[in-house]
C-alpha cells in the first residue's frame, strides 16, 4: 500500500503560481511513476503530468505544457507540480497518484494509489 497526502491547494489570481506537494508513505516511493491529474467541477479526470520512477522523464498535458513542471524528491518521497500562469480554467480538484508499470501512462486505470485531493481555484 501507498498512502498519498496532497497539499498547497489553494486561491490565486490568473497569472499566478502555486505549488502542489504530494507526500508519500508505505512502500518504497522510488518503485512508482507518479502523476498528477485534476477534475474540474462536472468533467471528467484529467491527465495533468507524469514523471518516471528516476524523475529524468516527465510528460504533459497540451493544456499545461510550458507552464506547469512536474518533479520528485525520492529521498524525500514527495512529487511536485509546480503551477505557473495559472488560468481560471485551470480550476480543479487536483490529485496525486502513484503506479505507472508502463510509462509513461496517461489513465486513471494505470495508477494504483491515489491521494484525496486538494483544491485549485484561480480567479479571473
Known amino acids: 500500500q501507498v498512502q498519498l497526502v496532497e497539499s498547497g491547494g489553494g486561491l490565486v489570481q490568473a497569472g499566478g503560481s502555486l505549488r502542489l506537494s504530494c507526500a508519500a508513505s508505505g512502500r518504497t516511493f522510488s518503485d512508482y511513476a507518479m502523476g498528477w491529474f485534476r477534475q474540474a467541477p462536472g468533467k471528467e479526470h484529467e491527465f495533468v503530468a507524469t514523471i518516471n520512477r528516476s524523475g529524468r522523464f516527465t510528460r504533459y498535458a497540451d493544456s499545461v505544457k510550458g507552464r506547469f513542471t512536474i518533479a520528485r524528491d525520492n529521498a524525500k518521497n514527495t512529487v511536485y507540480l509546480q503551477m505557473n500562469s495559472l488560468r481560471p480554467e485551470d480550476t480543479a480538484v487536483y490529485y496525486c497518484?502513484?503506479?505507472?508499470?508502463?510509462?509513461?501512462?496517461?489513465?486513471?486505470?494505470?495508477?494504483?494509489?491515489w491521494g484525496q485531493g486538494t483544491q485549485v481555484t484561480v480567479s479571473s
Open positions: 497518484a502513484a503506479g505507472g508499470i508502463s510509462w509513461p501512462s496517461f489513465g486513471r486505470a494505470d495508477y494504483d494509489y
